[in-house]
């Protein structure tokens, strides 16, 4: 009879294991603490939409939607396709429960998988983690783009990452974009020969794309290209201006980038991007812009938009290689029961400590107080309680901390406190372990 056969994860898609989950969710909470601290709440919108919203929104002509989306026919016939960004349904989400009729702006915030089948590469997934922020009311000041801005900077300072760039720039609105893509336009019809594969598809179907181009023997033709900057509007020149002054006035650095552009069709006027060097080529830890007309293209009223999204998986990887967060909880006690009559203290002391908040673990079976101190030690518990049924008659458990072996008898009562206040003591080294 063959063997049962072996499953793997799909390509491009991954397992997150401990410890990294843990860093996972520590930044995954000090994000959430961060945005709620600006008054953003969360929204929580499916994985699952109708295709036309994507189509719409991020345009059927741009890459996510003609070549990477997830899609399939419902049984009702209905064109589904698993999220590849959420901005869309959020202002889908916004629409559809007349959220423009609470007071102010209306400041969201979203965690999640998205799915895009790209080709798998460092940092790139086919399914993938995204936190991000949108800002929807009747308003488009600068003040409220540069916030955004702002609050991204404080969560790289929240995370202990320093060596970021900003970069910023405008692409207009739909007074002067029309006028600069057909002039983009006719300047590539001169060069397309000259440019990769996606670059001469793009000069067709989205000219805009062509500046975000990351082929190496591209760069010196699309830097001779028209550059929006001179194109721009007297509005969205003065815009831009007040974007920069709000930024100086919060002590913000950034480069303005005149390639900057954003993938998606409905973003206008302010584009962002934070990079990383840790990164690679693909450097990006978030990006986003303002999409003032969106919610009047899916059906809504006429109110502006701004917001960003971060990649979770690129921030985690900058996260480790800068090496300055440890979000591993640690195991604080090991329970070492010896006799049948010492587990039910063992236990009872297992739910104590738990309900202190500690981190407990409890053999199931009886251990030999060799291996137990030992796996004990393997796991990174901080101490080991053993509970005999001597320790049982007398009402006093014996405490050892592992880390330089020093050992304490204590009453149950008294367990939680000393193992909660106790401060962490360097690891023995090994001569000092082989004396204990």
Known sequence: ????????????????????????????????????????????????EETELFAR????????????????????????????????????????????MRPGLVKLYYAGPMFRRERPQKGRYRQFYQIGAEVLGSTDHPAIDAELIEMLTVLLERCKLDNWTLLINSI???????????????????????????????????????????????????????????????????????????????????????RLVRGLDYYMRTTFEITSPHLGAQNALAGGGRYDSLPEMLGGPAVKGIGFALGED??????QSAGKIDATRPLDAFIVWM??????????????????????????????????????????????????????????FAVKRLADAEQRKLAEADVAAFVKTTAPVAPRTGAQASQT
């Open 1 to 48: 009879m063959s063997s049962p056969r072996k499953f793997h994860a799909v390509r491009g898609v991954r397992d997150i294991l401990p410890p990294d989950t843990s860093l996972w969710n520590w930044f995954e909470a000090t994000a959430r603490d961060v945005l709620e601290t600006y008054n953003f709440r969360e929204i929580r919108v499916p994985v699952l």
């Open 57 to 100: 929104s991020v345009g059927a002509e741009t890459d996510i939607v003609s070549k990477e989306m997830y899609t399939f026919t419902d049984r009702d016939e209905t064109a589904i396709s698993l999220r590849p960004e959420a901005t869309a349904s959020v202002v889908r989400a916004y629409i559809e429960h007349g959220m423009q």
């Open 172 to 258: 207009g609105d739909a007074n002067c974009r029309p006028q600069y893509v057909q002039k983009l336009r006719e300047a590539l019809a001169g060069v397309k020969s000259q440019l990769c594969g996606d670059c001469q598809r793009r000069s067709e179907t989205n000219p805009l794309r062509v500046l975000d181009c990351k082929v190496e023997a591209d760069q010196v033709i699309i830097n001779r290209l028209p550059q929006i900057a001179e194109n721009l509007c007297e509005p969205c020149r003065e815009h831009f201006a007040e974007l920069r002054r709000q930024l100086d006035l919060r002590s913000i650095p950034y480069q303005v980038t005149p």
């Open 314 to 319: 690129r921030f985690i990887e900058v996260i």
């Open 339 to 396: 006799g049948a009559g010492a587990y039910p203290a063992a236990a009872r002391l297992a739910r104590r400590l738990r309900q202190q908040g500690l981190c407990v673990e409890l053999p199931a079976e009886e251990p030999k107080l060799r291996k137990a101190l030992s796996l004990a030690e393997r796991l990174g518990a901080r101490f080991a309680v053993i509970i005999g049924e001597n320790e049982v008659r007398e009402g006093a």
